[in-house]
C-alpha cells in the first residue's frame, strides 16, 4: 500500500499521489515521505547565501550593462567618439532615474537602508555598482531579512529591485 500527500496548508486540505508540494512556495519543492495519519511535521526552510548572492550579482550585472550603453550612447565629441545618442538628455534621464531608484523610500524601515551598507556601492566616475562579496555575504549572515527587506518587496516599504522596474515600465510605457 502506497501513500499519498493528504496535508492540511493554511487549512485547506491538499492531495497528490506523487507526494510532491511545488506551487505553495516559489523555488521551494516539497518532497513528501510516509508518515502515521495525524503525524504532526515541523519544516525548516534554510537561506542559500551563495544562490542569494549570484541573484544579488545578477541584478548588479544587469544594471550596470544598461548603465554602461546610456554611458557609450551620450558620450560627448568632448570625450573622444561621441555616442549616437550625444546631445540627446533621453538616455542620461533614464540612467538618472535608475539610480535615483536605488535610494529607499522615506517609508522604508529596515536595519539596512541603503545598498552600500550590505557592501554594493557606485562608482562615482561611471555610475556603476560594485559588489564587494564578502560584505553581501556578511549582510546576509548578520541579517538575511533585512537585507532581503532592501531587495524584495515587503511591509516595510518598496525595495530596489522593484523600483528599478517600474522606472523602466514607465520609460517603455509613453
Do not use: H, W
Request: with cysteine; proline share 3%; charged share 30%.
Amino acid at each position: 500500500m502506497g501513500c499519498n500527500l493528504d496535508v492540511f496548508f493554511e487549512d485547506v486540505l491538499v492531495t497528490d499521489d506523487k507526494n510532491v508540494l511545488d506551487e505553495f512556495v516559489d523555488g521551494v519543492k516539497f518532497i513528501v515521505k510516509c508518515a502515521e495519519p495525524g503525524t504532526r511535521v515541523q519544516m525548516t526552510i534554510n537561506y542559500d547565501p551563495d544562490k542569494t548572492i549570484d541573484g544579488i550579482k545578477n541584478f548588479v550585472d544587469k544594471y550596470n550593462e544598461i548603465i554602461k550603453f546610456a554611458n557609450e550612447q551620450s558620450k560627448s565629441l568632448n570625450d573622444g567618439d561621441p555616442g549616437k545618442l550625444s546631445g540627446d538628455s533621453s538616455v542620461k534621464t533614464i540612467a538618472r532615474g535608475l539610480q535615483q531608484a536605488l535610494f529607499p523610500g522615506i517609508g522604508q524601515q529596515t536595519k539596512f537602508r541603503t545598498l552600500a551598507e550590505i557592501g554594493i556601492t557606485t562608482n562615482p566616475k561611471t555610475g556603476e555598482l560594485q559588489m564587494d562579496q564578502s560584505k553581501v555575504r556578511a549582510a546576509l549572515t548578520e541579517d538575511y531579512d533585512a537585507v532581503a527587506q532592501l531587495c524584495v518587496n515587503s511591509d516595510s516599504g518598496e525595495c530596489v529591485c522593484e523600483r528599478n522596474s517600474d522606472r523602466l515600465r514607465g520609460f517603455r510605457d509613453p
